[in-house]
């Protein structure tokens, strides 16, 4: 029988699925002997079943009831007692965190009655008070829906009233006359007074809770975090612990190593007399836990124990709440922490050499996207710069935009296209929009484990908090610090790696990482500033090394000019898997193609054709001296003519302007008249790629002549030039046939011109869904196939890529349809599904058959993996992203013996 | 072992694929005992062995040389015998009858010594060098290949050395010394003399025959007809018998029954005295069968037996070519015989009542394709029309276009778009280019076996031969006929079903079939000007029944309005399986769509959608009213609004002029602004279909309530409209899901208004490679699939209809790459494999899931065979294609157990 209830003395961290991961934590905890408050979890199965029905399930009061009275038994006090009731806290809990998202409901169980048993045993009656004052606004904001700000608006008039600035200064009476106008509140917006009911209101907050898996702010973060939205969140209910009862009470959350740097050791913030929300919100700034060990060194003592008993267990860095209640510690949630990418890498090093994890498990723990935030420029050290103010390091990059004040004026600037900085006192779920739309993040108060340095870090956005100068007035839309006025629109450059908050533009330099990987270890270790640094670098040079030993997936780049191919090969790119030939076509020689275009016979247009190909041979013959010895594909020309003519709007409204001034315009009306009769109304299925070269005699001709001519050439100087012939947009089989056809008559006459053997292989783009679907055809002709994903989901989707992230690429990630860009990470059902197709159909044809990727997906983290299980033999990316590729296809290879690659 | 010879007597006519058609029905005839000359076949085996190779088999020559002594012993005389010779013809023949596009050679065997023995046996010395001289030209033509003008120009020189004019006046001693002068000829081109050796002539004659599968204007006949280029040809050794010995000779080509009317009793040309490519080539004007029974009732009472039997053996109408030689009957070649559609639906149920073919047979024999031909409207009778001449109906239609006189002329002037009637004295295979372009061809001479009647029948083109008062000159480009000239360009009408020429343009009228199938057996009956006619009629009614009852795919039609439907219904269709909604937005409507676009807020937007509300739904009434019962697919909109929109170009330049003048043009700069707003680059992958109503708030939901509202009215009424929604440019399920979503509210809204119980169907197209990848996904939220093959196209191929078949498709036919439009005839090995995967899994996935095709291939004739075989439901078609689809179904259906369906 399916039970619904767990307690935490069953379960283990691998049930994440079924007890979300603060609930498998917790009974991982319960486990190992820490201190866990004795509590239960509803699983995600219950609330699976409450969004099918919209009710909770019958089975659910049953379960409920007998796991309390375990926990009252366990702890020796009833739910309700009047003289000394136990409390519990309702969290969400869900398989993969989302922090903030998600309702929490703390103190159930207070009630006009238990209030006083509270005031007992703490023996504080305005802790008492404040609690149920906490409870009554909570639960009337998440459970009964009731506007938050009628609770605040409340509270600010009973501080006034008594004129007061802080809550802390409100006392216990004061405290208990707004418990009666909360519950007026409650009554007047309900229609029925506050529940009294312990029970009921434990029934009422779970549902509340269950709820709260579907706000619009957590279907919207699941979009971005990519999460499914059928997952669900358990619930866990554990009995309260107070952190707020005097100076030997407190709480915190602490790393078993430093979140953002990785650096070796215990890190954590600290609030004494406040619970656990308090730090999170960043309301109040906080203590180290230095300062934890020098006011309470026997909790801090537990503390270090169970944090290193924790991070054996886990092998790998933790991430805690507790809280100390009168001296006693308790663990509150555990989890394998998030961390920066420098981190990331040094803390998986830092485990291998502790021999805590093999170098295969270190390199599950890094990802290409990291080690893309890795390679972000820094800015560089001047003096011009303005140092406006330093907060916390919270997320690492160098971000520069126009400063905003909310995040409605953020994503509206951006969507114009504005790089934008988000500046807020500290920020709350409700700016999640603000901080998706930013470069980069400030806040002035808070610290590392604030809403914003943790929402920050887990999307890769630069973010500094805790910048205490920093003075915001939300009314004129500024902030003040150290005499300088800030206003909206105002450049500031904020480094996340630092701190650093600087006013207007800064110049940005190369990374550390970045260094290594242009000029090698030996440069970057002697130029980094700091020991962090060079051990961050070493870590990397450590694990992209294994992902090279490891990896089954060769990376080559995609580089259309000499200067791309030797940064391309010093990245380390294993060949060019794609050189587009237009850029040949462009700048100067753009005259030359007018010249094809409007050629007015054979002669006339083989007279330009004859131009090009000198200027095509010194490409290639550069090209192939860069990347001697390794292989090199050269695509033939694929985008249509015309679109090296002016475009056709334009043109037209100067001719007709001429013609109304009475101005000559033959040459213009000549070219006007061609650029009409070459008019498509949809380019991108137009007259392209092989169509082009087999309407237009000569063109593909010049440019397989230039290649073959340029192997000759870099022969001859004592290269070993490896030049592949691709045909683009190739349909079917006959089209490849009629092209090779030319190309084998074209290599014969240079062949016998030069006296030289040239017999390139000549293979195709497979971009078409029909390329794909016959495969197995095509094959018997292609010496190798690489898959153009860009034009494949074009045309398998039916949209253009400037369309989809154009006019409706937002309201498609609104609306579910997509989770993420097609064009950025590829669609395993349906584009996947025929790079599988022509995988399976091409190998059965030609098993030596060489397969590829070159469009941008290439260079993605996770449609790496993808090409990697689809079996091909390389990807190819931009070089900038050859790197990323290296390691994300190491973990690709890794992922088949170590289960948790991340 | 593989043999590459076959003698007459192995084989029969189902050995096509190996013999070639006329090489089996040559066997067959043998076996039949009928008197066929005792020839052999050279398989295509070997054709193919020589297309791969280069060079004929090696052990051609010593199977050939065994058949010849066969051949030598039946007939008792012997190759090369100085005395008696034996004279043999080399003809091609592959499996599909491809007449005039190969090579034969006819004479071989003759030379400088065997001449004298063919003259004493024939005892006509002029008859001999006669015939040595059409060898040396033929084969110096043919096998030899030098210019065949170079043999004519000597042939006149010596005419005009003479002062004659005619071929026949020629006497042996002029034609002794043409054949030296043609002897020289060679020697002067080849360096070599006339090759005496009659083996060697065999040769080299069979070499030059299996060359000739490959020349450039039989492959273009090929791929015209769309018959694979890796068949071959086989070559058939035939020994030679003469129709052009004397009065008691002749030649001549018969049908069974009327090839062009379906008329019963026999029907042939006879030419006395003549050789069988003076009938073919329609040089000499013909006699008729019943000409030769009056020249000799012996001769014509064996061919008449010889029909019967072919007939009866056939089981069909056959075509014979038959030579008399001295009296003496010889059957040259039978196959079953190309007809007219008219003919062919006449026979097929002649054969029925005859019981010599089930229904089943008959149904196979017609096909869709000639159902079309005679849906053509004909010309109406009016004293108005002038006629020019008259000459014999050989393919009926009525043409009406620009007389042209060469094949160039014809070709460029129709692609301009313009219509044309090519007018030849006669055709000959290099007009075949012209005959594809014209829509209609008029020649001055020739009969219904000539070769312009039998390529125009072949490819459904309308066509009079025989027109003896059409006097062309070809220099002034014009002819006379009756007192008038007409120039070229001047229109002519023309019509195949009786043979008369018109001067201008001849109002047409629909045909017989066209007022049955609108108005139903009795009318057409009535209205029908004859017995052939009322014949004709009752074949088609008997066919198309017989069709309706065995068919297992339903007939739909796509017909926007209820006019539309109202055709479609009288037309047999069984519902209507694609509403296009976006003619509702055109016209003066189109006002209402640029208020929509310009919309300033949802409010003003959503006041111009409501206008267009009782305007979609009065459509969608009469929609439903005209099919009443039957299934009413409407589609919601698919192009993009910007379609509704000036053109981006035209109004720039507007507005860019008005500025210039200084004029006014603040509404045309508002719209031009909202016009490059929404501009896209291909709009065809851009903001249409679903994306189009998930973006455009309210768009989708006005439609989908007018559909509702009209169902409620048409079932207040007392009507049983049967409305189904489907959703266009489907790529993910949830997509679908959320249109479905909006319907369900709508329905339930319009429902409780109402009071009445509204669930309709919601469907999808599939439009997208995507789309039919995750069909089983996509299953799980349709009511039915309806495949849209013009758009699955254009994504699977990744080009647009308008450039495919603009910039590049006649490229593509000539190169092989398309046999046929894509967007004509599915693409079954791409885009029907979509088709297929789509059907396996939908069906899988729901296994009541519907199943149609509304694209335009839904009303194409092999289309439809495979959207039978891949288990649709339906297929859906413009109404005036419904009868063809019933047609075609019916046959798809008989299929299964009838082998032979052409």
């Keep these: ?486 206003r909206e629109g105002d450049t500031l450059a904020i480094d996340g790696g630092t701190g650093e908050v600087f006013l207007g533009q800064v110049p940005v330099e190369p990374s550390p990482v970045s260094r290594y990987l242009e000029e090698g270890l030996d440069a970057a270790l002697d130029h980094a500033p700091d020991d962090d640094t060079r051990e961050l670098v070493r870590s990397v040079d450590r694990l992209l090394t294994h992902a090279d030993t490891v990896r089954r997936l060769h990376v080559h780049a995609n580089a259309d000019t000499a200067a791309d191919a030797a940064r391309a090969r010093r990245l380390g790119a294993q060949g060019v898997g794609l050189c587009r030939t237009e850029h040949q076509f462009l700048g100067e020689r753009r005259v030359l193609v007018e010249r094809v275009v409007l050629a007015s016979g054979d002669d006339e247009r083989q007279a330009a054709l004859d131009a090009l190909l000198p200027l095509q041979r010194e490409d290639f013959v550069g090209l192939l001296r860069e990347m001697d010895g390794l292989p090199t594909t050269i695509r033939l020309l694929d985008p249509p003519l015309h679109e090296f003519l002016p475009d056709l709007t334009d043109l037209s409204v100067r001719v007709a302007l001429a013609h109304e001034r009475g101005e000559d315009a033959a040459s213009d009306e000549r070219l006007l008249a061609a650029v009409r009769r070459m008019h498509e109304a949809n380019p991108m299925l137009g007259l392209r790629g092989v169509r082009l070269g087999l309407v237009v005699p000569g063109l593909f001709a010049l440019q397989i002549r230039a290649v073959c001519e340029a192997v000759v050439e870099r022969r001859a100087a004592g290269g070993d030039p490896r030049a592949e012939i691709m045909v683009p947009l190739v349909g079917s089989v006959q089209e490849l046939r009629l092209v090779k056809d030319e190309a084998r008559t074209i290599m014969a006459a240079v062949s016998a011109e030069r006296g030289v053997d040239l017999d390139l292989p000549v293979g195709v783009m497979i971009e078409l869904p029909r390329a794909a679907l016959t495969a197995d055809r095509i094959a018997q002709e292609a010496a190798f196939f690489s898959f153009g994903t860009n034009d494949l989901t074009q045309t398998t989707w039916g949209f253009s890529r400037d369309d989809v992230e154009g006019a409706f690429f937002a309201q498609y990630t609104d609306n579910g349809v997509l989770t993420v860009s097609p064009f950025e990470t590829i669609d395993a059902l349906g584009v996947g599904r025929l790079v599988q197709i022509a995988v399976e159909q091409g190998r059965a044809a030609r098993p030596d058959l060489t397969l590829g990727v070159c469009g941008e997906h290439g260079g993605d983290p996770e449609s790496i993996r993808f090409f990697h299980d689809a079996g091909l033999d390389y990807v190819s990316c931009s070089p900038f992203r050859v790197p990323v590729a290296r390691l994300e296809a190491g973990r690709a290879a890794v992922a088949e013996t170590v289960a948790d690659v991340r």
Tied chains: 1, 2.
């Design 1 to 486: 029988m399916a039970t619904y209830v767990w307690d935490f003395t069953q379960g283990d961290k691998d049930q994440k699925d079924l007890l979300g991961g603060k609930g498998a934590n917790l009974a991982e905890m319960t486990r190992l002997g820490l201190p866990v408050p004795p509590g239960f979890t509803i699983t995600t199965e219950a609330c699976r079943a409450f969004m099918r029905t919209g009710a909770v399930p019958r089975e659910l009061a049953v379960e409920v009831t007998t796991a309390l009275r375990k926990m009252e038994d366990t702890l020796g006090r009833r739910f309700g007692d009047p003289d000394d009731p136990l409390l519990v806290s309702v969290r969400s809990g869900a398989k993969f965190s989302m922090p903030g998202m998600m309702e929490t409901v703390l103190d159930v169980g207070l009630n006009d009655t238990t209030v006083h048993g509270l005031a007992r045993f703490s023996g504080d009656e305005r802790f008492a008070w404040d609690s149920y004052r906490r409870l009554v606004q909570m639960f009337g904001r998440t459970v009964l829906d009731i506007d938050g700000a009628l609770f605040s608006d409340a509270l600010d008039a009973a501080k006034a009233a008594r004129g007061v600035t802080s809550d802390v200064d409100l006392d216990a009476d004061a405290l208990r006359e707004l418990v009666g106008t909360f519950q007026e509140i409650v009554r007047t917006h309900t229609g029925s007074p506050f529940p009294q009911d312990p029970r009921e209101q434990l029934d009422l907050a779970i549902v509340a809770v269950l709820g709260s898996w579907n706000t619009e702010r957590a279907r919207l973060y699941r979009r971005k975090e990519r999460i499914p939205d059928d997952l669900g969140t358990a619930v866990n209910v554990v009995p309260m612990v107070f952190g707020n009862l005097g100076p030997t009470s407190g709480t915190g959350v602490a790393f078993t190593r430093d979140p953002a740097t990785g650096k070796t050791g215990n890190y954590g913030d600290y609030l004494a007399n406040a619970q656990g929300e308090d730090v999170v919100a960043g309301i109040r700034n906080t203590l180290s836990l230095e300062d934890l060990a020098q006011r309470d060194p026997g909790a801090y003592a537990d503390l270090r124990r169970a944090m290193r008993q924790l991070e054996t267990h886990y092998r790998d860095l933790c991430d805690i709440e507790f809280t100390i209640e009168r001296g006693k510690l308790w663990m509150l949630q555990t989890r394998v922490g998030k961390r920066t990418a420098p981190a990331a890498f040094r803390i998986a090093t830092q485990l291998v050499d502790e021999h805590l994890i093999t170098l295969d498990e270190a390199l599950a723990r890094v990802s290409g996207a990291q080690l893309s935030q890795l390679l972000f420029p820094q800015f560089a050290v001047s003096d011009d710069r303005t140092l406006l103010a330093r907060g916390m390091a919270a997320s690492p990059g160098a971000a520069v935009g126009a400063a905003v004040f909310d995040s409605a004026t953020a994503q509206q600037r951006a969507a114009l296209g504005e790089d934008v900085v988000l500046v807020r006192r500290e920020t709350n779920p409700d700016d999640l929009g603000g901080m998706i739309a930013a470069v980069g993040v400030l806040t002035a108060r808070g610290g590392k484990t604030s809403h914003a340095a943790v929402v920050a870090r887990g999307m890769g956005r630069t973010c500094v908090v805790g910048a205490e100068a920093v003075d915001i007035d939300l009314v004129t839309r500024s902030f003040r610090v150290d005499g300088h006025v800030v």
